[in-house]
DNA sequence: GTATTATGAATGAAGG
DNA sequence: CCTTCATTCATAATAC
């Protein structure tokens, strides 16, 4: 919406146009544009870090480690790789899955990661997820292979599944809470001082782009 | 904060102290604060989108999977069939487990429950289901971190590692990662919108929380 | 380089 | 309680 000249009764004014604000209003003004500033200065770096890659096709997109100890630097990217099994250990652990067919008991896993900590940095909770994803792979491959298939055109079983929670929408100030420290002590205070934000000028500023 | 009619009767100032705008100045003004308003509105309710999912103590963080604004459409959304906890319902969990000593009685979990409906949807089997998955899950957390090894000496001189499998065979316990949908294009635009924007008052805006 | 696939990891829920 | 399953996310690997 156009904002007229609502407020300003200045339009009869002579030749100039000009709008009048005591000092108080000034600062009020001043302030609230640089938490504005601030807010979203930090808004957006914060989704900056966030997003270290850019989205793809729109599907699914990246994220980003966040440093724990940093609090200081910028974005370190720690390494926090996920465990890659060595070729020697895939080979045993796929013979051990073969023949202990599905039955990676407790004490099993313990042997097995002394076993392949032989040839490599492993732990037990590796192992353990190996396992438990080999067998939740190997029983997948299996549905969907056996799948009757109906020849027909698979309609959406999923009918409409309605979303189960967000009704989180209509609190009063649901704000986003993170636990990481420096994200959210700056969130919190961001959003807190965005609330506290008032509007000087009456005017529609909800125009969403 | 109340607004005066300043700008009605903006003649002359007899004694005020006042500022003086050019309509044109108060147009900028105007559309500044209507900008940043959006792109904080935006910003934050982007982040309330992006941590419905949740992450604590554990590792990562959230997820989201519908919504496509921008996404040409022809998006069918999948239902969400398991709880998650929204991200204030996780915080006053961990919360509570860690300061209700581990003992979560029946009684106990129909007040939590109740206090966190207040958030989001939830039932009192979430909630004990999630007091045993965090109890089991912590336990097991020591009991790994207290194994550091089969008590030999690590043998951390993998010669047949051909991968660069840095492995972070710390526990890691604390690693925090933001998921980023679609935001990113929303994003982007609102970074461009935000650097549009210039200061109309030179003075000092800049006082940075 | 980007998009896709394979797979390690996390977690809510069910079983015993 | 403890174990197991199913589902999903995130990322290394790989195809394009």
Redesign the pocket.
């Known amino acids: 919406m156009e904002q007229q000249q609502d407020e300003g009764s200045n339009s009869n004014n002579s030749g100039m146009f000009v709008k009048v604000m005591t000092d108080e209003q000034m600062e009020v003004l001043r302030k609230q544009i640089a938490i504005y500033a601030t807010i979203c200065e930090q808004l957006v770096d914060l989704h900056k870090s966030l997003t270290s ?2 989205d ?2 729109g ?7 966040s440093d724990p100890l940093v609090t200081s630097g910028g974005h370190k990217f720690s ?7 060595t070729p020697v250990q ?1 080979q045993i652990l796929e013979r051990l899955f073969e023949q202990g067919n ?5 004490q099993k896993i313990k042997e097995i990661t002394s076993e392949l900590s032989q040839h490599g940095q492993i ?1 037990e ?2 192992v353990y ?2 396992f ?6 190997s ?2 491959k299996q549905q969907v292979s056996s799948t009757p298939n109906n020849g027909e055109s698979e309609v959406e079983t999923e009918v409409e599944s309605p979303k189960p929670q967000q009704n989180s929408v209509s609190t009063a100030d649901d704000n986003m809470c993170f636990q990481n420290p420096n994200v959210s002590s700056g969130i919190s205070s961001v959003d807190q001082r965005a609330k506290k934000v008032e509007p000087v000028f009456p005017s529609d500023a909800s125009s969403k782009p």
């Open positions: 890659h850019h793809l096709a599907v699914r997109l990246g994220n980003l480690y390494g926090r790789q996920r465990w890659t099994p895939l599905g039955t990676p008991s407790k732990s909770t590796n997820n190996w438990q994803n080999r067998r939740a792979r029983k997948r």
